[in-house]
Nanobody, 123 residues
Framework: VQLQASGGGLVQAGGSLRLSCATSGRSVSDYATGWFRQAPGKEREFVAGIGGNGRTTYARAVAGRFTISRDNAANMVYLQMNRLKPEDTAVYYC??????????????????WGQGTLVTVSS
Protein backbone atom coordinates (compact mmCIF):
# COMPACT_ATOMS: atom_id res chain seq x y z
CA VAL A 1 0.00 0.00 0.00
CA GLN A 2 1.08 3.59 -0.61
CA LEU A 3 -0.01 6.52 1.53
CA GLN A 4 -0.47 10.18 0.67
CA ALA A 5 -1.36 12.71 3.35
CA SER A 6 -2.98 16.06 2.67
CA GLY A 7 -5.05 18.74 4.32
CA GLY A 8 -2.51 20.62 6.37
CA GLY A 9 -2.42 24.38 6.55
CA LEU A 10 -2.44 27.45 8.74
CA VAL A 11 -5.25 27.85 11.24
CA GLN A 12 -5.89 30.01 14.27
CA ALA A 13 -6.01 28.54 17.72
CA GLY A 14 -9.44 27.10 18.40
CA GLY A 15 -10.00 26.30 14.74
CA SER A 16 -10.34 23.00 12.93
CA LEU A 17 -8.65 21.08 10.15
CA ARG A 18 -9.23 17.69 8.58
CA LEU A 19 -6.27 15.69 7.37
CA SER A 20 -6.74 13.00 4.77
CA CYS A 21 -4.62 9.96 4.02
CA ALA A 22 -5.24 8.36 0.65
CA THR A 23 -4.21 4.73 0.40
CA SER A 24 -3.64 2.65 -2.68
CA GLY A 25 -3.05 -1.04 -3.07
CA ARG A 26 -4.76 -3.40 -0.65
CA SER A 27 -7.93 -2.52 1.22
CA VAL A 28 -7.35 0.00 3.98
CA SER A 29 -9.22 -2.30 6.37
CA ASP A 30 -6.36 -4.81 6.05
CA TYR A 31 -4.16 -2.33 7.89
CA ALA A 32 -3.84 -0.64 11.21
CA THR A 33 -3.28 3.00 10.32
CA GLY A 34 -2.10 5.85 12.44
CA TRP A 35 -1.34 9.51 12.50
CA PHE A 36 1.91 10.75 13.94
CA ARG A 37 3.38 14.22 14.22
CA GLN A 38 6.80 15.74 14.55
CA ALA A 39 7.45 19.26 15.75
CA PRO A 40 10.79 20.99 15.12
CA GLY A 41 13.45 19.64 17.42
CA LYS A 42 11.19 16.93 18.81
CA GLU A 43 10.77 13.24 18.24
CA ARG A 44 7.95 11.86 16.17
CA GLU A 45 4.98 11.13 18.40
CA PHE A 46 1.80 9.12 18.11
CA VAL A 47 -1.44 11.06 17.67
CA ALA A 48 -4.22 8.61 16.81
CA GLY A 49 -4.68 5.13 15.41
CA ILE A 50 -7.39 2.95 13.95
CA GLY A 51 -7.00 -0.79 13.85
CA GLY A 52 -7.94 -3.08 11.03
CA ASN A 53 -10.87 -4.04 13.26
CA GLY A 54 -12.02 -0.41 13.40
CA ARG A 55 -11.12 0.25 17.01
CA THR A 56 -9.47 3.58 17.74
CA THR A 57 -6.96 4.95 20.21
CA TYR A 58 -5.63 8.45 20.90
CA ALA A 59 -2.74 10.17 22.54
CA ARG A 60 -3.75 11.83 25.77
CA ALA A 61 -2.85 15.25 24.38
CA VAL A 62 -5.46 15.04 21.64
CA ALA A 63 -8.18 12.84 23.14
CA GLY A 64 -11.51 14.60 22.98
CA ARG A 65 -10.32 17.04 20.31
CA PHE A 66 -9.18 14.80 17.45
CA THR A 67 -11.09 12.01 15.75
CA ILE A 68 -9.63 9.37 13.46
CA SER A 69 -11.94 7.69 10.99
CA ARG A 70 -11.79 5.49 7.95
CA ASP A 71 -13.79 5.15 4.74
CA ASN A 72 -13.24 1.60 3.57
CA ALA A 73 -14.98 2.10 0.23
CA ALA A 74 -12.80 5.09 -0.63
CA ASN A 75 -9.65 3.65 0.99
CA MET A 76 -9.21 6.85 2.98
CA VAL A 77 -8.23 7.60 6.55
CA TYR A 78 -9.05 10.94 8.12
CA LEU A 79 -7.98 12.93 11.14
CA GLN A 80 -10.50 15.55 12.20
CA MET A 81 -8.75 18.06 14.43
CA ASN A 82 -10.88 20.45 16.48
CA ARG A 83 -10.02 23.06 19.08
CA LEU A 84 -6.50 23.26 17.76
CA LYS A 85 -3.76 24.65 19.96
CA PRO A 86 -0.40 26.19 19.05
CA GLU A 87 1.28 23.11 20.52
CA ASP A 88 -0.42 21.01 17.82
CA THR A 89 1.87 22.66 15.27
CA ALA A 90 3.88 19.94 13.56
CA VAL A 91 4.33 17.93 10.41
CA TYR A 92 1.70 15.21 10.45
CA TYR A 93 2.32 11.79 8.92
CA CYS A 94 0.03 8.88 8.22
CA UNK A 95 1.42 5.39 8.59
CA UNK A 96 0.22 1.83 8.22
CA UNK A 97 1.06 -1.72 9.17
CA UNK A 98 -0.59 -4.87 7.85
CA UNK A 99 -2.90 -5.92 10.68
CA UNK A 100 -6.58 -6.64 11.07
CA UNK A 101 -6.36 -6.33 14.83
CA UNK A 102 -6.28 -3.47 17.32
CA UNK A 103 -4.65 -0.10 16.70
CA UNK A 104 -1.15 0.49 17.98
CA UNK A 105 0.68 3.60 19.15
CA UNK A 106 4.09 1.99 18.72
CA UNK A 107 5.86 3.93 15.98
CA UNK A 108 8.33 1.05 15.46
CA UNK A 109 5.56 -1.28 14.31
CA UNK A 110 4.51 0.91 11.39
CA UNK A 111 6.42 0.05 8.22
CA UNK A 112 4.61 2.11 5.60
CA TRP A 113 4.77 5.89 5.77
CA GLY A 114 3.36 8.70 3.72
CA GLN A 115 4.90 12.09 3.21
CA GLY A 116 4.07 14.66 5.85
CA THR A 117 1.65 17.54 5.76
CA LEU A 118 2.37 20.67 7.78
CA VAL A 119 -0.12 21.95 10.32
CA THR A 120 0.54 25.39 11.78
CA VAL A 121 -1.64 26.74 14.56
CA SER A 122 -1.25 30.41 15.31
CA SER A 123 -2.01 31.90 18.71
Amino acid sequence: VQLQASGGGLVQAGGSLRLSCATSGRSVSDYATGWFRQAPGKEREFVAGIGGNGRTTYARAVAGRFTISRDNAANMVYLQMNRLKPEDTAVYYCAAVLSRGDPTSNVRLYDIWGQGTLVTVSS
